[in-house]
């Protein structure tokens, strides 16, 4: 961060939104947010610049053992609270809605942090988030893409022992012939490449950076 006497006002907010998101601290986010868009910063600058940031930076403390869960869920549960502020000037921009995406975490599995990471990080890349929770049935993606006509399908499992259903939700898909309109791509704790290789997945992100790249990618973005 640059010294305190050469920030300007944008700085400081960026700052400000920074430190309160990295310590999750949710009422000092939404007031940075406000300051940021009541003064005309650019909503993805507040987003790009200091809300992912901070996330990614939760993230490493938390790999290398720095924090420990409760720490991580905090940080998560604070991006919300800005992202409400930020959701509405984001579709008055012509660029902001570049694609619809499906989200769920597979039957028989609660975890939602990553999947939640996903969710922000591409809706500040300009997707349409659909997200459809934890412990989804393989039937609740097809609905979703009978409902939603989505352009991608993001399956979460962070168990080994929930891994298999994530085979079945990607059968069960292409049983409901709505495969053929729609890439899926797998992540979570446990999935890896080989894994999503050999069950026909599109694509697999190992975390929600690497999400919003994959999908990028997978529609020629």
Not at 91 to 99: P, T
Not at 204 to 211: I, T
Request: charged share 20%; glycine share 8%.
């Amino acid at each position: 961060m640059a010294d305190e006497s050469d920030d300007t006002p944008t700085d400081s907010i960026l700052d400000s939104l920074y430190d309160a998101v990295t310590a999750g601290d949710a009422d000092t986010s939404v007031e940075s947010t406000r300051s940021g868009l009541e003064a005309g910063m650019d909503p993805l600058t507040l987003l790009f610049d200091a809300m992912i940031p901070a996330l990614e930076e939760v993230g490493r403390l938390f790999e290398t053992g720095e924090i420990f869960l409760p720490e991580l869920l905090i940080s998560a549960r604070a991006m919300p609270a800005s992202m409400e502020l930020i959701r509405p000037h984001l579709a008055d921009q012509s660029s902001a809605r570049v694609g619809v995406f499906v989200m769920g975490t597979v039957a028989g599995d609660i975890h939602d942090i990553g999947k939640n990471l996903c969710n922000v990080m591409l809706e500040g890349a300009g997707f349409e988030v659909i997200d459809l929770g934890v412990n989804v049935p393989a039937a609740n993606f097809v609905a979703a893409i009978n409902e939603h006509h989505p352009d991608v399908v993001g399956i979460s499992a962070f168990l080994t022992t929930t891994m298999p259903e994530v085979e079945t939700t990607i059968d069960a898909i292409t049983e409901a012939g709505v495969r053929h309109d729609t890439r899926i791509i797998i992540g979570g704790a446990p999935v890896t490449q080989e894994y999503a290789d050999q069950i026909g997945a599109d694509g697999y992100a190992p975390n929600a950076v690497s999400a919003v790249r994959t999908v990028k990618s997978l529609l020629g973005i």
